[in-house]
């Protein structure tokens, strides 16, 4: 090879496009490639869907999640499962980031813009709480676009199988996806952009990988839908956490932008089908990137601040007007730069200038790729089994047992060696309303009911915490009792981290519960409710009703919250305040009996209530213009035969 040649190969290999693509692929790439097992709320989630997919569940009969058979990849844990999977969903990220950003590389025409491109992709995404849903969102939407632009079928079949895979991840984006390539699909065919043997082909592809991986992953699509669905809208009253007013402030502002962006370029967009494609697209994914940061607007803000950028570079590189180009591009750098001044608001210590150096000088998959993992790995759960430990005497009676525990400490079942048997709602604060409570009630009362039950009284956002799974804890009155009580002695430190426990264990025979009495009331919001006295349990469902604006609010935000104050006999605890969750208050929760605490909870499963300290009274509010003032109370009185 002569002089003249090796000069040349090293210049293209050393080209400005291929710096700005390796930089910039190094920067995107995530440092770590397994997550680590743990204890506490998520990790036990994370290790609870490893164990209902090695148990081959059905998901959406035997499980109810919005979460798929392969969840894992977007947990990335690894506690029970192949490692194989993971790596290989790895690469082909690794291969969709390298197309698209070498696609936005190549349409760029200046060095400058292409050094500007890697500041913007440095500084303005992040690895923080990355969301694997939302980033196959994107990967989606480029590949439609970048079909619809080359008029090449092979795109296509890249966007089907994201919306496949997304859908057995997390069922509410992948069902997303899929119903926005059922219309890409037609409007191909309406525009003739397509033919319609393709369009017929595609689709019984799609369906029949569609209808196998539903088979081979266990998975009862149509359940799978319809309660993911419930889980979805009832999240919005469940677990919303209204959002710092600057930080609501700088997003409004973002989304302002985008609507004038939007005005301004108004006529070229109504007169272009491609562009009404596009920006509807573009516009549903901003929708649904908004509610997901802010329906629980705590670290969830991050994954919109961090991925907007994200979206308006599908816009800006995929638009071919000189103007629009002009403005969309004050909309990437304005939003870029507005989502790290809010996120440096909600994380002080966030240093962009850091976090930019350290993307690119840290081995992306360093784990993975320099051996470290398996090491981790084992030190992980030597551990987490010492923080676990179960005393001797309870591990003894478990052995070989189906157990479950409440309300979501899994991982302390997974670290002691227990056979774990799940509610199809796998944590007690995901049981959103009486419809997927009574699931795992039914599941309860059935013969597939564990032998034995590991409860602690606890909830999450200062919730009453025995008003979770109201209905379950009803039939566990009826069919478990108690054995004994103990103490996790070394827990990590963790706020909704349980230490306290009480065994319960099934039945031979269960009781009845009988209802002796029903009273209706109207209720006005702000009132004190005086609550009769019996010894019986009475169990209070609250008809709460949201008003036209509530409804508007619900869905554009999220919903107002309802709060009460219960007041009891106990002179040590006579009022205290806790979030009222309004779907689970329609199915009905116990209003008469304190049970605040793991021992209260124990006084009332071994006396049925009777040595409970009773409430007098009950206030909800407040009186706002997002609920209806009148409120239609039942109260209904059971005992235990």
Same mark, same amino acid.
């Given at each position: 090879?002569?002089?003249?040649?090796?000069?040349?190969?090293?210049?293209?290999?050393?080209?400005?496009?291929?710096?700005?693509?390796?930089?910039?692929?190094?920067?995107?790439?995530?440092? =770590?490639?397994?997550?680590?097992?743990?204890?506490?709320?998520?990790?036990?989630?994370?290790?609870?869907?490893?164990?209902?997919?090695?148990? +081959?569940?059905?998901?959406?009969?035997?499980?109810?999640?919005?979460?798929?058979?392969?969840?894992?990849?977007?947990?990335?844990?690894?506690?029970?499962?192949?490692?194989?999977?993971?790596?290989?969903?790895?690469?082909?990220?690794?291969?969709? $980031?390298?197309?698209? &950003?070498?696609?936005?590389?190549?349409?760029?025409?200046?060095?400058?813009?292409?050094?500007?491109?890697?500041?913007?992709?440095?500084?303005?995404?992040?690895?923080?709480?990355?969301?694997?849903?939302?980033?196959? %969102?994107?990967?989606?939407?480029?590949?439609?676009?970048?079909?619809?632009?080359?008029?090449?079928?092979?795109?296509?079949?890249?966007?089907?199988?994201?919306?496949?895979?997304?859908?057995?991840?997390? !069922?509410?984006?992948?069902?997303?996806?899929?119903?926005?390539?059922?219309?890409?699909?037609?409007?191909?065919?309406?525009?003739?952009?397509?033919?319609?043997?393709?369009?017929?082909?595609?689709?019984?592809?799609?369906?029949?990988?569609?209808?196998?991986?539903?088979?081979?992953?266990?998975?009862?699509?149509?359940?799978?839908?319809?309660?993911?669905?419930?889980?979805?809208? /009832?999240?919005?009253?469940?677990?919303?956490?209204?959002?710092?007013?600057?930080?609501?402030?700088?997003?409004?502002?973002?989304?302002?932008?985008?609507?004038?962006?939007?005005?301004?370029?108004?006529?070229?967009?109504?007169?272009?089908?491609?562009?009404?494609?596009?920006?509807?697209?573009?516009?549903?994914?901003?929708?649904?990137?908004?509610?997901?940061?802010?329906?629980?607007?705590? !670290?969830?803000?991050?994954?919109?601040?961090?991925?907007?950028?994200?979206?308006?570079?599908?816009?800006?590189?995929?638009?071919?007007?000189?103007?629009?180009?002009?403005?969309?591009?004050?909309?990437?750098? =304005?939003?870029?730069?507005?989502?790290? *001044?809010?996120?440096?608001?909600?994380?002080?210590?966030?240093?962009? &200038?850091?976090?930019?150096?350290?993307?690119?000088?840290?081995?992306?998959?360093?784990?993975?790729?320099?051996?470290?993992?398996?090491?981790?790995?084992?030190?992980?759960?030597?551990?987490?089994?010492?923080?676990?430990?179960?005393?001797?005497?309870?591990?003894?009676?478990?052995?070989?047992?189906?157990?479950?525990? %409440?309300?979501?400490?899994?991982?302390?079942?997974?670290?002691?060696?227990?056979?774990?048997?799940?509610?199809?709602?796998?944590?007690?604060?995901?049981?959103?309303?009486? $419809?997927?409570?009574?699931?795992?009630?039914?599941?309860?009362?059935?013969? $597939?009911?564990?032998?034995?039950?590991?409860?602690?009284?606890?909830?999450?956002?200062?919730?009453?915490?025995?008003?979770?799974?109201?209905? =379950?804890?009803?039939?566990?009155?009826?069919?478990? &009792?108690?054995?004994?009580?103990?103490?996790?002695?070394?827990?990590?430190?963790?706020?909704?981290?349980?230490?306290?426990?009480?065994? %319960?264990?099934?039945?031979?025979?269960?009781?009845?519960?009988?209802?002796?009495?029903?009273?209706?009331?109207?209720?006005?919001?702000?009132? #004190?409710?005086?609550?009769?006295?019996?010894?019986?349990?009475?169990?209070?469902?609250?008809?709460?009703?949201?008003?036209?604006?509530?409804?508007?609010?619900?869905?554009?935000?999220?919903?107002?919250? !309802?709060?009460?104050?219960?007041?009891?006999?106990?002179?040590?605890?006579?009022?205290?305040?806790?979030?009222?969750?309004?779907?689970?208050? /329609?199915?009905?929760? *116990?209003?008469?009996?304190?049970?605040? #605490?793991?021992?209260?909870?124990?006084?009332?499963?071994?006396?049925?209530?009777?040595?409970?300290?009773?409430?007098?009274?009950?206030?909800?509010?407040? +009186?706002?213009?997002?609920?209806?003032?009148?409120?239609?109370?039942? *109260?209904?009185?059971? !005992?235990?035969?």
């Amino acid at each position: 090879m002569d002089l003249i040649t090796v000069r040349t190969t090293l210049k293209k290999l050393f080209s400005v496009n291929n710096l700005v693509l390796f930089l910039s692929i190094i920067a995107l790439l995530p440092k =770590t490639t397994f997550l680590l097992p743990g204890n506490g709320v998520d990790p036990s989630f994370f290790i609870g869907l490893d164990l209902i997919v090695k148990q +081959k569940l059905v998901f959406g009969k035997d499980i109810i999640l919005t979460y798929g058979p392969l969840g894992f990849l977007w947990t990335f844990s690894t506690t029970t499962l192949n490692t194989l999977l993971i790596i290989l969903y790895n690469l082909f990220i690794v291969f969709c $980031k390298i197309f698209i &950003v070498k696609y936005f590389v190549d349409q760029l025409q200046s060095n400058i813009s292409k050094v500007v491109l890697f500041i913007v992709i440095v500084f303005a995404t992040t690895i923080i709480f990355q969301e694997n849903a939302i980033l196959l %969102m994107v990967f989606f939407l480029f590949f439609i676009f970048y079909s619809n632009r080359t008029k090449s079928r092979w795109p296509v079949y890249i966007a089907g199988f994201i919306a496949i895979i997304s859908f057995y991840i997390k !069922m509410n984006t992948g069902l997303l996806l899929s119903g926005l390539l059922v219309i890409y699909i037609l409007f191909q065919l309406y525009t003739k952009a397509e033919t319609l043997k393709f369009t017929v082909i595609f689709s019984i592809l799609y369906l029949s990988l569609f209808i196998v991986l539903a088979r081979f992953l266990h998975v009862s699509i149509l359940l799978y839908i319809l309660y993911s669905l419930e889980i979805i809208d /009832k999240y919005n009253d469940a677990v919303n956490i209204p959002a710092p007013v600057n930080i609501l402030i700088y997003a409004a502002i973002i989304l302002s932008i985008y609507l004038l962006i939007l005005i301004f370029n108004f006529r070229l967009i109504i007169f272009s089908k491609t562009r009404l494609l596009i920006y509807g697209f573009v516009s549903i994914s901003l929708f649904v990137l908004f509610k997901y940061g802010f329906v629980r607007a705590d !670290m969830h803000m991050l994954t919109f601040f961090f991925n907007l950028v994200s979206l308006y570079a599908l816009l800006y590189f995929f638009e071919t007007e000189k103007r629009f180009k002009t403005t969309l591009l004050f909309g990437l750098i =304005t939003t870029g730069f507005l989502s790290i *001044l809010a996120v440096q608001i909600m994380i002080p210590g966030y240093d962009p &200038v850091n976090m930019a150096i350290g993307k690119i000088s840290k081995l992306p998959y360093s784990d993975l790729l320099l051996n470290e993992y398996p090491l981790k790995y084992k030190q992980a759960i030597l551990i987490e089994k010492y923080r676990a430990k179960f005393p001797d005497k309870i591990l003894q009676k478990l052995e070989g047992k189906k157990v479950d525990i %409440m309300p979501w400490d899994i991982s302390y079942l997974m670290f002691n060696g227990l056979n774990y048997t799940p509610r199809p709602v796998i944590e007690s604060y995901c049981v959103f309303s009486n $419809k997927l409570d009574q699931l795992n009630a039914n599941m309860i009362g059935s013969n $597939k009911a564990p032998d034995y039950l590991i409860y602690a009284n606890g909830s999450i956002d200062n919730r009453v915490p025995f008003w979770d799974e109201s209905l =379950t804890k009803l039939r566990m009155l009826t069919h478990y &009792v108690v054995e004994d009580k103990f103490r996790v002695t070394n827990p990590q430190p963790d706020l909704w981290l349980n230490s306290d426990f009480i065994l %319960m264990r099934k039945k031979s025979k269960a009781n009845r519960l009988i209802e002796v009495g029903s009273h209706q009331y109207t209720y006005t919001v702000g009132d #004190t409710f005086l609550i009769p006295k019996t010894q019986n349990l009475l169990y209070l469902y609250a008809d709460f009703n949201y008003s036209a604006f509530g409804k508007l609010k619900r869905f554009l935000y999220q919903p107002n919250r !309802m709060t009460v104050t219960l007041m009891c006999d106990d002179t040590n605890h006579t009022s205290t305040n806790y979030l009222a969750i309004v779907p689970i208050m /329609k199915g009905g929760v *116990l209003i008469n009996k304190k049970v605040i #605490t793991t021992e209260d909870a124990r006084l009332f499963f071994s006396t049925q209530g009777r040595e409970n300290t009773d409430i007098k009274a009950a206030c909800f509010s407040p +009186k706002s213009i997002g609920f209806l003032d009148k409120v239609t109370f039942t *109260l209904k009185e059971y !005992m235990v035969d």
